[in-house]
């Protein structure tokens, strides 16, 4: 069976989350369905120009075509062998938007190829051999009130109601937001490219990485299952490379175990100017960092250490006419850098990290404001030259005298405390 030319809205009210509206320029069906048994079995579907629209009229998604084998869906269970698609596009972007010029819609995909798709209607769960995404293409946003217009996108494309905060975790997307339990053996993105662009406030960040690849194996939010092992790759800024390989093991809701390595190497800090600008008080004006990151998390519990490198590292404090939003710091990060600096004019440091992942005290902030200038001090005090002791001390002598003060009359004031070695 053919069909050219088919149209139609669900009006609000109909069916529950559903009000939009469906073009599909051709179908082809071959199959069969039997009234009694509430089966349909098709051996093809075929879809060409798909178009997905909001109640209102905007466009949700557009595609090429859709192409599924096998197909088969009873009171059970609904099942294909094979489904591939086309180019599609997700959620046009207002013209004048930023990065208009380069991303007219939220995502773009080449191709994506669905392997074995099994769902049982009873236990509410997923079962996929395989996912292929060619070619995906993102831009996330974070406006000047600090809103993401994807979840609005998102929302109108599902119908749930705005939630009235937006997720600020991927495991919570993955896991307690979903209603229905899933596996997928093997995952895959291939030449992938993410942009990440921020106006919140003064903010004027963007950092695009480029030549995304990603493995998963074992991709799933069933609690006792073998963990997913991971491997990710990628160029931020199109220049540099990251790449991080190993284990993540869901345990249950909101609780994980991870065993991750990885290494960051030429990556431009320029990006970056906005937020330690922020963070620290200093506008980054050359630099590239490599780094190996080891990462362990045991029920929520992360210890992760960093071996960083900043090489050519140049700062100075932020100006007035930098426009760049500043936190006060304590620690006089130019002066710091310069004495940490070698032949080379590269800067060498540890950094570990610790903390539970759904603390809310553990942020972006905290790892790149605080526990970095403890990084940098701790790797001060370990060279313990002269100059860089002296300098150290009077200006972190500010921030430390209280607890100092503290720790030397309480070992005063101890009775019959043992003499200090």
């Known amino acids: ?113 669905v392997e074995q798709f099994g769902y049982d209607r009873g236990a ?48 919570d997307a993955v896991t307690s937001e979903l209603s229905f339990r899933y596996h997928i053996r093997d995952f895959n993105i291939r030449h992938g490219t993410f942009t990440w662009v921020d106006r919140q406030g003064q903010y004027r960040a963007r950092l695009p990485i480029r030549g995304i690849y990603l493995t998963v194996h074992n991709l799933s939010n069933l609690p006792h299952h073998p963990p997913s092992v991971i491997l990710f790759n990628g160029r931020p800024g199109g220049f540099g490379e990251i790449q991080l390989a190993g284990t993540i093991d869901y345990l249950d809701t909101q609780k994980w175990n991870a065993d991750l390595t990885g290494y960051i190497v030429d990556t431009n800090l320029i990006p970056a100017t906005p937020y330690m600008a922020k963070l620290l008080g200093y506008k980054i004006l050359q630099g590239q960092l490599d780094a190996r990151l080891d990462i362990q998390i045991r029920e929520n519990k992360v210890k992760a250490y960093a071996d960083m490198e900043l090489e050519k590292i140049k700062v100075r404090r932020v100006r007035e006419d930098d426009q760049l939003p500043v936190e006060s710091t304590f620690i006089p990060l130019n002066i710091a850098l310069y004495l940490l600096k070698d032949g080379q004019g590269d800067v060498h440091f540890g950094m570990p990290v610790s903390g539970d992942l759904y603390d809310p005290k553990f942020s972006f902030s905290f790892i790149f404001s605080d526990l970095l200038q403890r990084a940098i001090l701790e790797a001060l005090f370990s060279y313990f030259t002269p100059i860089g002791f002296y300098t150290l001390a009077k200006f972190a002598w500010g921030a430390f005298a209280p607890s100092v003060s503290i720790r030397l009359f309480s070992s005063r004031a101890a009775p019959n405390s043992a003499p200090r070695p």
Do not use: W
């Open 1 to 113: 069976m053919q069909l050219q030319g088919v149209a139609g809205c669900v009006p609000r009210g109909y069916i529950k989350r559903v009000d939009h509206c469906v073009a599909v320029e051709n179908i082809a069906v071959d199959g069969s369905y039997s009234a009694g048994e509430a089966r349909l079995t098709l051996a093809q579907l075929q879809l060409q120009k798909i178009k997905l629209l909001s109640g209102g009229g905007r466009q949700l998604v557009q595609g090429d075509s859709i192409t599924v084998t096998e197909f088969a869906s009873d009171r059970t269970q609904l099942r294909f062998l094979r489904a591939e698609t086309g180019e599609f596009e997700l959620f046009d972007r207002r013209e004048g938007a930023p990065e208009y010029h380069r991303h007219s819609v939220i995502g773009r995909l080449a191709g994506l190829q």
């Open 124 to 171: 509410r769960q997923v079962e996929i051999a395989g996912i292929d995404a060619l070619r995906p293409r993102l831009i996330l946003t974070r406006d000047r009130e600090g809103e993401f217009p994807v979840l609005q996108e998102v929302a109108a494309l599902t119908g749930a109601e705005r939630a009235e905060k937006p997720l600020t975790r991927a495991a």
